[in-house]
């Protein structure tokens, strides 16, 4: 990890050189996980393995400070997995590269796993400086948090003893978050009945690329483009303007990742064939302006392909008809917090094979009502299209507390430290601190973390000096505690 030796602080980019080392998608923690509690247990401190799979290592308090209350940090082990289009990269086997640019530390081929890398590496380090001071330390890393919040969701009552937390899961330096989005993940089912392509028909294979993507939840009002409500309109348009017959598609990579590419095998009539090319440049041309200034390389294109059975037509109109109206992106704006979106809705994934469709919407609010009215419309959306779904996954939202007596601390360190005020602020994306507060209602939670860009999509990347300011904050604030 060259591109990681040289950089400060160096205790914290130690560990994060050990996370790029070791794989870690969602689901697949164990080997990191256990070398963790390996290296906990060699440093003579405790480390529990929990019923979910979480990891929790304690540090007794530095000298002198054994009789305060002890404190909790936390952060994820897993990360999101994505690599752009001919990346040949296995993240169940090869580590991540990363490599320095202008004062940040990105992957440019894949994600870097910053999201939550950063924040396990603070974390360990807060463990390894024996110069540190502070209270009891509780180490929490959760799995599967990038998945559904497995490891939150399934954290014991009664494992922790800490009364005020510090969730590492902040992407965004200067500012301290008190509360987030909670959502639930809509699953869309239907089988089609496959006839043979008609004579006279060509096969072809339609692709939409060249997207940004990103978060879910921090990018959502960013305005990117989807490529599966894209990859949509261009069937919808076609199926309009020829006798179209739909095959297959797939669109997506994960739930809660914008789309950047998707596909389609499609059979067109041999006469309308000539025309498809010109269709197309004018849809990217149409795309392209529409998202001028934010994702403006999208590319529409399709090749020559082998296609010889499609869905039928009466399933074929019901499933785009269907996917078209889905919805996608903001539906509202918080009122009570300035520039925060308050309801979103995510078509990340989508697939058509063999007759068998599916589709997996993510949908987060800052109010339960939100979640559950927008899921209920998704429902009812595609139960008129003939599918079945399922609502799974809910997880509440973090209440924020603007009396929080840790807050007060953490504004007051930051002040003292950096000379200026932090900015206090709700988060659209989901962390788990509402899920553990509902397990451990007494504990104190604020959330902070250093600079982070392009999460959850390839060239993700975080500014190296947030870390190093990140860390001088962590320690302070351990210190006053």
Aim: proline share 4%; aromatic share 4%.
């Amino acid at each position: 990890m060259t591109a990681i030796a040289h950089l400060h602080p160096a205790l914290v980019w130690k560990h994060f050189a050990t996370l790029c080392e070791i794989p870690r998608p969602s689901k697949q923690e164990t080997a990191l996980r256990r070398h963790m509690a390996d290296w906990a247990e060699a440093r003579g401190l405790a480390a529990t393995i929990d019923s979910a799979g979480n990891l929790l290592i304690r540090k007794a308090a530095s000298r002198g400070r054994g009789d305060r209350l002890g404190v909790v940090l936390q952060a994820h082990l897993d990360m999101v997995c994505q690599a752009n289009s001919g990346t040949v990269h296995d993240f169940t086997r090869d580590p991540i590269r990363p490599v320095e640019r202008d004062g940040w530390l990105t992957a440019p081929d894949t994600t870097l796993g910053a999201d939550n890398g950063i924040g396990v590496a603070l974390a360990l380090a807060a463990l390894e400086d024996e110069t540190l001071e502070h209270p009891p330390l509780e180490v929490l890393l959760t799995v599967d948090e990038e998945a559904g919040m497995g490891g939150a969701r399934g954290l014991p009552p009664g494992l922790l003893t800490g009364r005020k937390m510090l969730n590492l899961d902040t992407e965004e330096w200067g500012e301290f978050y008190l509360g987030c989005a909670g959502g639930c993940d809509v699953a869309v089912i239907r089988h089609c009945r496959t006839e043979a392509v008609p004579e006279g028909y060509d096969g072809y294979r339609l692709r939409v690329h060249g997207l940004r993507g990103g978060h879910s939840g921090v990018d959502i009002h960013l305005g990117r483009g989807n490529a599966n409500k894209l990859l949509i309109r261009v069937l919808r348009r076609l199926e309009k303007n020829t006798n179209l017959r739909l095959a297959a598609m797939s669109g997506g990579t994960a739930r809660n990742a914008l789309p950047r590419e998707a596909w389609a095998d499609i059979a067109l009539p041999g006469r309308d064939a000539a025309g498809l090319a010109s269709l197309l440049a004018d849809l990217q041309a149409l795309f392209r302006a529409e998202l001028a200034g934010v994702d403006e390389a999208v590319a529409v294109e399709a090749v020559p392909a082998t296609v010889s059975a499609a869905i039928s037509l009466g399933d074929q109109s019901a499933l785009l008809a269907a996917l078209h109206a889905a919805p996608h992106g903001v539906r509202r704006m918080s009122a009570d917090f300035q520039n925060v979106v308050e309801t979103s809705d995510n078509l990340g994934l989508l697939s058509l094979s063999d007759g068998d469709f599916s589709a997996s919407l993510m949908v987060r609010s800052l109010r339960s009502s939100g979640t559950e009215m927008l899921a209920d419309e998704i429902v009812s959306l595609f139960t008129l299209a003939g599918c079945r779904i399922t609502v799974s996954g809910e997880y509440p939202g973090w209440t924020p507390n603007p009396h929080s007596a840790l807050l007060a601390l953490c504004q007051d360190v930051y002040a003292r430290e950096f000379g200026a005020d932090a900015n206090v602020q709700v988060i659209h994306a989901g962390l788990e601190c509402g899920i553990i507060g509902a397990k451990y209602p007494e504990i104190d939670t604020v959330s902070f973390g250093p600079t982070i860009r392009g999460a959850h999509a390839p060239g993700e990347r975080v500014e190296i000096a947030s870390v190093d300011r990140s860390w001088r904050l962590l320690k302070a604030i351990l210190a006053e505690i």
